[in-house]
């Protein structure tokens, strides 16, 4: 899941929890003050381009060579997913995030689901 149920987007944090009641709050919330450098770096590296954490988020897993199926839910998250196609990380940013997303020690992966690796 590129965006870990839209934890990675940034619109999601410590202070802006997803909805309780839900299986993805459960799980996530206690997640979020764990991912709060990595999503701010999302952030920070999109802005320089205008773009999203969603963009940088999709980009850096379309550099390593995967095809993300992003679940679209509106039409307006159309355009991110183009421009996400077109942006693209230096290596030092796709370092930076991989250090960054090992640093949180958080790992959601379902039983069936592979690491990546380069």
């Known amino acids: 899941m590129v965006l870990e ?3 990675l987007t940034g619109k999601y944090n410590v202070d802006n929890p997803l909805p309780e009641g839900s299986q993805r709050a459960k799980n996530y919330n206690p997640q979020l003050p764990k991912l709060e450098k990595l999503t701010a770096a999302l952030t920070e590296i999109g802005a320089k381009q ?3 954490a969603a963009d940088v988020a999709t ?3 379309i ?3 995967t ?3 992003i679940g679209v839910t509106k039409a307006k998250y159309i355009a991110d997913e183009q421009r996400a196609i077109k942006f ?3 290596l030092e940013e796709m370092h930076r995030l991989e250090s960054l997303a090992s640093e949180t020690g ?3 992966r379902g039983f069936w689901e592979k690491p990546m690796t380069d």
């Open 50 to 52: 205008c773009a999203s």
């Open 88 to 90: 693209k990380l230096s």
């Open 63 to 65: 550099q390593k060579g």
């Open 106 to 108: 958080v790992d959601t």
């Open 5 to 7: 149920q839209g934890v």
């Open 67 to 69: 095809i993300p199926i």
């Open 59 to 61: 980009a850096w897993a």
